[in-house]
């Protein structure tokens, strides 16, 4: 029998689209956020890179679905998706990231993804915003653009709400298992904190607090929070969205000028205690690439910290830890990108109308395994599962 009420716990992008989903095809649905607002945590910090770009199948298949969906919603509410190229490249004497280019280019082409592999010549004729005379290897992903992401989770949270979802702020949940509920602990606007609510069925898009909060219900994951940085430029640029892997930096159009990020601290954070603004390093690096990359110039204006969360193989965990318990979470710093369909995905799951890919089964590996933090935003090939 398809699960009646429903509890989704985070607000961010994953939270608010599963939310949408179960509650457009007729689930009771309750949103708790422990924030005061939506997009209160890395949905609201992210750089808004969007693409379907992906060299594995069920990469690029999520990749092409939230595509559809963001240009969908385009124009709905604040939420606008700008259509922008999104150009990888390595520097000359990167052979290594050259080769990767290319071969990851070649196997999003056989996934059907609008993928070109251009020469540097090619490159700087197509876009003369970039300085190109150094480029090894490049690629050129045309189903891209970008946007405000708290705008997505804005309307996305208000569609659910119009669906017929509750969504609740300044509720922050403990889990339980055998039978899923929610206990709120935060104290806010909800009224009944320390109530316990059974629900049919719980969803933790929880982000960088998954792993605390399902394990404090007794299911171990391995999911680790990392800071990776992104700052804002007030001067224009009128280019393609960039990825320079040889320097891990990338960079777009913004409307108060550029954006630029990246920075991975590759070190697991604690996700109540973390520095929220830029580095010194992360921000005169960055400057560097951009003058050699884009002739840009401009001081910072802002330079802040987010959390991502790492797994093991740099696949995310998405589908049943218990019965009735799900999880969402572990993007490696594409979450907000493949939010529309992971979304639907992980309410497709609860209603049981789809199973999820096994390259994403949370139950693939021991909770308690090692693994060291890899940076999300590489052109080489994901890591086996059992290295
Ligand atoms: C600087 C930066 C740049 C990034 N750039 C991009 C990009 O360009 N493209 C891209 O795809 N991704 C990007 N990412 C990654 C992206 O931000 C995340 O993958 C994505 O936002 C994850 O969404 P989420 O809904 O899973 O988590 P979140 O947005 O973190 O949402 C989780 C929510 O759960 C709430 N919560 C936590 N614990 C509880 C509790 N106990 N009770 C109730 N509520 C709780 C939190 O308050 C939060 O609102 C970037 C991240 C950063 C930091």
């Not at 693409?51 to 606008?80: H, I, K, P, Q, T």
């Not at 993928?115 to 490049?138: H, N």
């Not at 990020?261 to 400057?287: I, L, M, S």
């Not at 910072?300 to 049943?320: K, S």
Request: aromatic share 8%; proline share 5%.
């Amino acid at each position: 029998m398809s699960p009646e009420r429903v509890a989704v716990v985070g607000a961010g992008a994953v939270g608010v689209t599963a939310a949408y989903d179960l509650a457009a095809r007729g689930a009771d649905v309750t949103v708790f956020e422990r924030g005061d607002r939506v997009a209160a945590a890395s949905s609201g910090r992210a750089a808004g890179v969007l693409y379907d770009a992906y060299a594995e199948d069920v990469d690029a298949e999520l990749g092409a679905r939230s595509m559809e969906r963001f240009r969908s919603f385009s124009g709905d509410g604040g939420f606008r998706l700008r259509e922008c190229p999104y150009v990888m490249l390595a520097r000359d004497g990167d052979d290594a990231r050259a080769e990767a280019i290319d071969a990851a280019a070649a196997r999003m082409r056989q996934h059907g993804r609008d993928v070109d592999t251009v020469s540097g010549a090619e490159l700087g004729r197509r876009f003369p915003a970039l300085r190109t005379d150094d480029v090894a290897a490049a690629a050129v992903a045309s189903n891209a653009g970008w946007t405000d992401p708290a705008s997505y989770v804005e309307l996305v949270a208000r569609k659910a709400v119009d669906a017929g979802a509750e969504l609740r702020l300044n509720a922050a949940v403990s889990v339980s298992t055998s039978p899923p509920a929610v206990t709120v602990s935060g104290t806010g606007s909800g009224g009944d904190a320390a109530a316990t609510r059974p629900f049919d069925a719980v969803v933790v898009a929880a982000g960088a607090h998954t792993a605390a909060l399902l394990g404090e219900a007794g299911v171990a994951l391995p999911l680790k929070p990392y800071r990776v940085q992104a700052l804002v430029g007030a001067d224009g640029y009128d280019g393609p969205m960039c990825y320079d892997a040889t320097a891990g930096v990338y960079f777009r159009p913004h409307p108060d000028g550029l954006l630029g990020g990246d920075g991975t601290v590759p070190e697991e954070a604690d996700p109540d205690d973390w520095d929220r603004d830029g580095d010194d390093w992360f921000v005169a690096d960055t400057r560097e690439v951009l003058r050699h990359r884009a002739d840009y110039d401009a001081a910072p204006e802002r330079a802040w910290a987010g959390l991502c969360t790492a797994t093991p193989d740099g696949d995310p965990l998405v589908g049943a830890v218990a019965d009735g318990v799900y999880v969402a979470a572990g993007w490696q710093g594409h979450g907000f990108m493949r939010a529309p369909a992971t979304g639907e995905l992980v309410a497709e799951q609860v209603l049981g109308e789809r199973d999820g890919p096994a390259s994403f089964d949370p139950t693939r590996f021991d909770g308690d395994r090692e693994f060291e933090i890899r940076e999300g935003m590489v052109v080489e090939e994901r890591r086996e599962a059992s290295d």
